[in-house]
């Protein structure tokens, strides 16, 4: 196959990916929507593949990097909370496994990207258990 084409149909799983996973996301009515879990998905998988292809002795480097860009968008999510309550943390763990997998699509890892946004998935239909608060 081209090289072109699979670094492009790599950014395209990373994309549908994202799209999938932030559907579920919109859907619930949470601040990390549809564009927001594609766009972090497909940008992952961007820098991952510059990486593997324009500087591949850093590649490890690179994807902590990414991690650590995620990071704060996903302590924007929570932070963003007011009150006291601390609430965002799926969100903001979505955030940063929607990276994963952009960063494993664009790696080339197709059946692992899927596979991780087939069990993320999952987790996020798993009914929400309220646990009783504290009584002071």
């Known amino acids: 196959m081209n090289h072109n084409l699979e670094m492009v149909l790599r ?23 549809l564009r927001t879990n594609m766009l972090i998905c ?7 593949l510059a990486s593997l292809n324009g500087f591949p002795g850093n590649t490890g480097q690179v994807a902590a990097g990414i991690v650590t860009g ?17 609430s965002g943390l799926t969100t903001a763990a979505t955030i940063l496994v929607v990276a994963g997998i952009g960063i494993a699509a664009g790696a080339g890892l197709y ?3 899927s596979v991780t946004a087939a069990l993320t998935l999952l987790i996020l239909f798993l009914p929400h258990i309220h646990r009783p608060k504290d009584k002071q």
């Open 11 to 33: 950014l395209l799983l990373a994309t549908f990916l994202g799209a999938v996973i932030g559907f579920q996301r919109e859907w619930s009515g949470k601040e990390a929507g």
């Open 42 to 48: 497909l940008g992952a998988a961007l820098i991952a």
């Open 70 to 86: 995620v990071g704060f968008i996903g302590a924007g999510v929570i932070l963003h909370r007011t009150g006291g309550e601390v």
């Open 111 to 113: 059946v692992i990207s």
